[in-house]
């Protein structure tokens, strides 16, 4: 069973400050990797995603992936409290068919 | 453009009722997916679709049919309703592995 790992949080940051959220998964086969950001009663939408080691940076967020140790994290700096929110990490399955595992998610909360 | 629609998005029914969920994705997407999400337990995957004539079973497929109509609709269906499929269903749809989702149905069995 392949599995995605997160810490379920809360996470409390206070406004300004930078969020790290991490995500470990043992798929080791696996490509490509997502960040969702939920708020509550909605659905999931894309945020991030990452194909490579190293960072990437897109505005206030940074994915960062480091495929030996097959752990995955998602910086937000500048938080604010829109930001505060559940972020999901989503997985490619190795096994094709582009399926996502996901793990349960960290809730966020960034408070003023 | 709509993107991934789902009805209905609120439902309740009585355990041993049928009921189908419908949805549809104008972004000429191959592959499509029903996932249930319940408290603490994140996203998991009942069935999906990789391509039009295809379906195969995800993680939680247990009391659940679909039926990938054309291209764009793919239709979860419940035949015999449980209390433990009380959960919000995610219709999603993609081509790279981003997945776009619809809004989601809320379904409770009661």
């Known amino acids: 069973q392949k599995e995605v790992e997160q810490n379920s949080g809360p996470l409390s940051v206070p406004e300004g400050a930078i969020a790290s959220l991490n995500c470990t998964y043992s798929?080791?086969?696996?490509?490509?990797f997502f960040w969702y950001r939920q708020y509550s009663g909605k659905s999931p939408e894309l945020i991030m995603s990452i194909y490579s080691n190293g960072d990437k940076e897109d505005g206030r967020f940074t994915a960062q992936l480091n495929k030996a140790s097959q752990y995955v994290s998602l910086l937000i700096r500048d938080s604010q409290p829109s930001d505060s929110a559940t972020y999901l990490c989503a997985v490619l399955d190795s096994g094709g068919y582009n399926k996502l595992i996901f793990g349960a998610g960290t809730r966020l909360a960034v408070h003023p | 453009n709509a993107g991934v629609t789902q009805t209905p998005k609120f439902q309740v029914l009585k355990t041993g009722q049928s009921m189908t969920l419908q949805c549809a994705q104008d972004m000429n997407h191959n592959s499509m997916y029903w996932y249930r999400q319940d408290p603490g337990m994140g996203l998991r995957l009942i069935y999906y679709s990789a391509s039009e004539g295809t379906t195969d079973k995800g993680e939680v497929p247990n009391g659940y049919n679909v039926s990938r109509l054309n291209k764009r609709e793919f239709s979860l269906r419940l035949e015999s309703a449980a209390p433990s499929q009380t959960s919000v269903y995610f219709c999603?749809?993609?081509?790279?592995?981003?997945?776009?989702f619809g809004e989601g149905s809320r379904l409770t069995v009661l």
């Open positions: 798929d080791r086969g696996s490509q490509s």
């Open positions: 999603a749809s993609t081509n790279t592995g981003e997945l776009f």
